[in-house]
């Protein structure tokens, strides 16, 4: 199956990773994000378990290995002096089938690791020492850092998505330098800034937040100082960034994905299924004891695009967000 048109035109891959065929696969509330090392190969979360997944261009699995966090939810890649590394945002809760896919009762305050291929923990960011976590849960969602390799100094932006609607900047050695909250700018106050990514595809590198409960966009210079906003009239859930060349490539939870060009401008939207998020229970359905099962799955339409990523040759990846997960190559015509 394809779909798009012209140069975004792409082969619909169902089922393209090797997902191992556990019952904690089957029955985790898949809820993360994915990335591509420069080997080409895919790094994802395991649905149900604490385990990065590491797949080869044709959805093989390579490895897998234990990180200990509660979960792998927003993930990024970096290199520094030729090795990579991982950043991965742990919002300190796990859906379970125990619990009738509710989160536990006394989630951990979340924090942001940054690892080694080889599964190493080299830095660890906790909670901000802030008044206002007296009150709510620190919740991280995902990280973006200002690249040395791009012209950067190393800073780290830290969403806190669900808890305190945030984000954070720290220095390369982990020191907290500021927040922003979306106060700074005419837009307004940020509503679950899920995701951020530093923008280097111009001259001027920018910080672009995903503030997805306000459905829209909006930027920052890497001072952290506002610049403008966009997206609100052609996007409802931005949720994660990819790029390949010009293009922008958004995950919209509310099942689409959503390419925009350099200058902010909508290109074109793909697997568009927004009716489905009427459906009760979504991203799941529910059975007949109230309780969510993994629905029925349309190819071709998507159903909770959370973690995305691109490789060099403009393939799309992307991880669904619900029971047993979805993995989903759109492979570049």
């Known amino acids: 199956m394809r779909i798009?048109?012209?140069?975004?035109?792409?082969?619909w891959i169902e089922n393209w990773a090797e997902i191992p065929g556990t019952d904690s696969a089957r029955n985790g509330w898949a809820h993360h994000g994915a990335v591509v090392t420069e080997a080409g190969h895919v790094i994802a979360s395991h649905p149900g378990e604490p385990k990065l997944l590491e797949f080869d261009p044709a959805g093989q699995l390579l490895r897998a290995w234990d990180t200990g966090l509660k979960e792998n939810h927003g993930i990024v890649i970096t290199k520094e002096n030729g090795t990579e590394y991982l950043w991965i945002a742990d919002n300190g809760r796990k859906r379970s089938k125990q619990l009738d896919y509710e989160y536990p009762p006394q989630p951990n305050p979340g924090r942001a690791i940054k690892m080694t291929l080889d599964?190493?923990?080299?830095?660890?960011?906790q909670q901000p020492d802030l008044p206002v976590y007296q009150k709510v849960t620190y919740m991280p969602t995902w990280v973006a850092v200002f690249e040395e390799r791009h012209g950067g100094n190393g800073d780290i932006?830290?969403?806190?998505g669900y808890g305190a609607n945030c984000v954070y900047r720290y220095n390369r050695s982990?020191?907290?330098?500021?927040s922003i909250n979306g106060a700074e700018g005419e837009a307004g106050l940020f509503n679950c800034p899920h995701s951020v990514w530093v923008d280097t595809r111009k001259s001027a590198p920018e910080l672009y937040v995903a503030d997805r409960g306000n459905r829209r966009v909006q930027v920052y210079d890497l001072e952290g100082h506002y610049k403008r906003v966009f997206g609100a009239d052609f996007m409802s859930s931005p949720s994660g960034f990819a790029v390949h060349g010009d293009d922008l490539i958004i995950a919209e939870l509310r099942a689409r994905i959503t390419i925009i060009d350099t200058k902010d401008k909508?290109?074109?939207?793909?697997?568009s299924n927004e009716d489905v998020?009427?459906?009760?229970?979504?991203?799941?359905?529910?059975?007949?004891?109230?309780?969510?099962?993994?629905?029925t799955l349309i190819e071709g339409l998507l159903n909770g695009p959370h973690g995305i990523a691109a490789d060099r040759d403009g393939n799309i990846y992307v991880f669904e967000w619900l029971i047993g997960g979805r993995t989903i190559k759109?492979?570049?015509v």
């Open 4 to 11: 798009g048109n012209g140069k975004h035109t792409y082969e």
């Open 119 to 125: 599964g190493k923990t080299v830095m660890t960011i």
């Open 157 to 160: 932006w830290i969403a806190d």
């Open 174 to 178: 982990g020191q907290m330098l500021g």
């Open 266 to 271: 909508l290109v074109c939207h793909l697997g």
């Open 277 to 295: 998020c009427s459906r009760e229970g979504w991203p799941n359905m529910k059975n007949d004891k109230g309780i969510p099962v993994r629905p």
């Open 330 to 332: 759109l492979a570049k």
